[in-house]
């Protein structure tokens, strides 16, 4: 099975201030034949099913803000808040979709410092 | 606008079994994954399996093997969990996977989760 490793496992960054989350694979999910990267993100907040964010690694889900952005490519991928605000308080995961069976990161949790 | 909705919380004794269905509202399963999702009170999110409706044949991820049988019908998908443990107590998702043909390939439907707890 493919790993996800996220890092950290959580941080507290201020209101208006970046976030960044980082999602390593064990192996690159990159389809050569198509250049894409089989990784989505989700938000996840207490008492909700997860929401997708960010799919292909850097397209933004139709109605997520545009202070939302991933990047990264092959096996090292980041997810970017570029303004905190109080409403992104939630756990992040990142999910790899490109071997048969699916795995997702361990989950880093967002706090308002 | 399609909605997932999941069967009721469930108790059950440890040995038995549960079936966990997850219903399309608004819409069909037709053309997409279906995938379970488990959720271990104050946990991460565990992939467990996925099936194509209909026709597909389930697919498991390893820790789940003989543990879970997965289907799905054209509107209906269900999660049966066996020979329960006070450790499968968690919350369990039903997903939809976007595998159309130009589809985003992400889980972009949820469904509300349905709590089954072993005691």
């Known amino acids: 099975d493919i790993v996800m490793t996220q890092s950290p496992d959580s941080l507290a960054v201020s209101l208006g201030e970046r976030a960044t989350i980082n999602c390593k694979s064990s192996q690159s999910i990159l389809y050569s034949s198509n250049n894409k990267n089989y990784l989505a993100w989700y938000q996840q907040k207490p008492g909700q099913p997860p929401k997708v964010l960010i799919y292909?690694?850097?397209t933004r889900e139709s109605g997520v803000p545009d202070r939302f952005s991933g990047s990264g490519s092959g096996t090292n991928f980041t997810l970017t808040i570029s303004s905190l605000q109080a409403e992104d308080m939630a756990v992040y995961y990142c999910q790899q979709y490109f071997a048969t069976t699916r795995t997702f990161g361990q989950g880093t949790k967002v706090e308002i410092k | 606008q399609v909605q997932l909705v999941q069967s009721g919380a469930e108790v059950k004794k440890p040995g038995s079994s549960v079936k966990v269905s997850c219903k399309a509202s608004?819409?069909?399963?037709?053309?997409?994954?279906i995938t379970w999702v488990r959720q271990a009170p104050g946990q991460g999110l565990e992939w467990m399996g996925g099936?194509?409706?209909?026709?597909?044949t389930p697919l498991y991820a390893q820790e789940f093997q003989d543990k879970v049988t997965i289907s799905a019908d054209e509107s209906t998908a269900y999660m049966e969990l066996h020979s329960l443990r006070p450790e499968d107590t968690a919350v369990y998702f039903c997903?939809?996977?976007?595998?159309?043909?130009?589809?985003?390939?992400?889980?972009?439907?949820w469904g509300q989760g349905t709590l089954v707890t072993v005691s």
């Open positions: 997903a939809r996977e976007n595998t159309r043909v130009g589809g985003s390939g992400s889980l972009d439907y």
């Open positions: 608004g819409g069909s399963f037709r053309g997409y994954h």
């Open positions: 292909w690694a850097s």
């Open positions: 099936v194509v409706p209909v026709f597909g």
